[in-house]
């Protein structure tokens, strides 16, 4: 099991542009959660999907959004972006169950310039 | 609203001294509280949950809801202990929305 699996590992994009992370979860797992986290500070929870719909959101804007699919794997897209939307974003994967857990991917480095 | 401090950004102990990192929350109901590690270069992973009240390399952390803390506690620290500490809490059945805290770095010198 590779675990949870995201793509792309780093990237840099302009300021005003779009930007789409993908991520795959554990197996078994039917739930995707994301997260902002800059640099010096703790995972900021972003939003959370199961059964392909958006179920919980933390203080983010709506240019962040997302969509899971069938598979359960999912997509965060950030439009038009900002300088301060540079920041690692990982993704996490759990589901429901006694003594569940969640895992947490790598993340992908975005950087906006 | 739900908040999670660890007031120490930076710590730092001898190797076999004691440890304790610590962690206070402001939550109005009954979160599930947790401590997760990042090692130099690896991802975030589980280190315990107050629930399942183990002990996992050698680390504990008792939930005192009167003074709403988690603190973390090893008694003999080792260089391997080295690595980013963060406090979390959810209130959710599938976990996904975890509230964390800014972090503390422990650093334990040989």
């Known amino acids: 099991d590779a675990g949870v699996t995201q793509s792309p590992t780093h990237l840099i994009k302009t300021r005003g542009q779009q930007v789409t992370l993908r991520c795959s979860p554990k197996?078994?797992?039917?739930?995707v959660s994301w997260y902002q986290q800059a640099l010096g500070q703790g995972p900021q929870f972003i939003f959370q999907y199961y059964e392909e719909e958006e179920r919980q959101r933390g203080n983010f804007p709506d240019r962040f959004s997302g969509h899971q699919f069938p598979n359960y794997s999912s997509e965060l897209n950030v439009n038009a972006l900002l300088l301060g939307d540079s920041a690692l974003y990982l993704c996490?994967?759990?589901?429901?169950?006694?003594?569940?857990?969640?895992?947490f991917g790598e993340g992908s480095w975005l950087t906006v310039v | 609203a739900q908040r999670v401090t660890q007031p120490e950004k930076l710590l730092s102990v001898f190797k076999g001294a004691p440890v304790e990192l610590k962690c206070n929350y402001s939550?109005?109901?009954?979160?599930?509280l947790f401590w997760y590690v990042q090692y130099s270069r690896q991802r975030l992973q589980l280190l315990l949950r107050h629930i399942s009240r183990e002990s996992i390399k050698g680390f504990t952390a008792d939930l005192n809801k009167g003074e709403t803390s988690f603190h973390l506690k090893k008694p003999f620290a080792q260089e391997e202990d080295s690595a980013m500490y963060y406090c979390a809490l959810s209130d959710s059945p599938r976990l996904g929305d975890m509230r964390f805290g800014a972090g503390t770095r422990l650093t334990v010198k040989p």
């Open positions: 939550y109005s109901g009954s979160p599930e």
């Open positions: 996490a994967s759990s589901s429901t169950g006694v003594g569940n857990t969640i895992y």
């Open positions: 197996s078994g797992h039917d739930t």
